[in-house]
């Protein structure tokens, strides 16, 4: 097998092996999670980019400027602007003239500035208030048929395209295409095979945590072949050191913690859950699984203790715990 065929509800373990097996290369966890790239959706603007496209240049920086306090949920101020209507009632755009127009007056304010939109976050940038005044001049016309685009998340993930690489010969799997491509964007040459015993070293400490043995060392120099390199993942994974080291990271990003984090920093029974993170991947659970107990568990039908314990990681956070105080004294001071 040469392709990551990656899906939602496939294992890290899968993504590992492939990438083991096929290539032999060192990976570390941010490029296995970089594999996700080649399912996700690819936006491109239709046409020439130096035509005017409403939902590029109109609608697209609307929404990352504007829509949070002027969209749907949030109107601030009463001003809306994700929709036709009442973006024209508002009076804050005079249709044909970008100069007479409030909103053009202030996106184009300083920052710092009382009444400089957008109030938070990044300004638009002279290019973007460009494209917005060209819309304005020529009318604000916001297309009948206009459909905003959906959110990433409801988009049917799609296989990008590999690029075109200097050698074609050298990409063992997709993944590898990519890494090339910027190699030769940058006047750069891959590096040369490594020798068995850097490969076997880099193996057992990106899937274990642990260096190999001199036993192992040897006995992989006597026949580094790509089955044998095959059998030694497959054999590393099935090891009880491969969650423990694979969780690490996962329990880093969830703020674990065996103690409060807080004041006095004092334990807590917090590790069922860092458990439950090993035994899931050493038990090749799928990601989806995975993130779903997590998140709620507790909430499945017949909910096992198992998925229960999952959802300790809404606890990986610092927790306050004031010494000393009395239940009743609390109760007295807050009522």
Request: hydrophobic share 40%; charged share 25%; glycine share 6%.
């Amino acid at each position: 097998m040469h392709g990551i065929g990656f899906k939602f509800n496939r294992t890290l373990r899968y993504a590992l092996k492939i990438d083991w097996c096929t290539t032999g290369r060192f990976t570390s966890i941010a490029t296995i999670l970089t594999a996700v790239i080649f399912v996700l959706p690819t936006h491109t603007a239709a046409g020439n980019p130096s035509e005017f496209d409403f939902g590029r240049d109109v609608y697209q920086v609307l929404r990352r400027a504007c829509f949070e306090c002027h969209g749907a949920e949030k109107q601030a101020g009463g001003f809306r602007l994700d929709d036709k209507a009442s973006l024209i009632e508002s009076a804050t755009i005079v249709t044909g003239d970008a100069k007479a127009s409030e909103f053009i007056r202030r996106i184009e304010l300083p920052r710092g500035h009382d009444d400089v939109m957008p109030a938070i976050g990044d300004p638009l940038s002279g290019r973007e208030i460009a494209a917005i005044r060209r819309w304005i001049d020529a009318g604000a016309e916001w297309p009948d048929a206009f459909e905003p685009p959906p959110h990433w998340a409801y988009v049917a993930p799609q296989k990008s395209p590999l690029p075109q690489v200097s050698d074609p010969q050298w990409p063992l799997s997709p993944i590898d295409h990519f890494v090339l491509a910027k190699l030769d964007q940058r006047g750069m040459k891959p590096s040369p095979p490594a020798a068995p015993a850097t490969l076997l070293r880099r193996v057992y400490l990106d899937l274990i945590g642990l260096p190999p043995t001199p036993a192992e060392v040897i006995a992989f120099e006597s026949d580094p072949s790509q089955a044998a390199l095959s059998k030694t993942v497959d054999q590393l994974m099935s090891r009880p050191q491969f969650g423990e080291r694979w969780a690490r990271p996962w329990l880093d990003l969830a703020r674990y913690a065996d103690s409060h984090g807080f004041q006095r920093d004092n334990l807590i029974d917090i590790w069922a859950y860092r458990d439950w993170v090993i035994d899931a991947l050493n038990a090749d659970m799928p990601l989806d699984q995975f993130t779903i107990e997590q998140i709620a568990g507790d909430l499945l039908p017949g909910a096992t203790p198992s998925q229960r314990i999952a959802t300790g990681f809404h606890r990986c956070a610092p927790t306050n715990v004031e010494a000393g105080s009395l239940p009743e004294e609390t109760r007295i001071e807050q009522v």
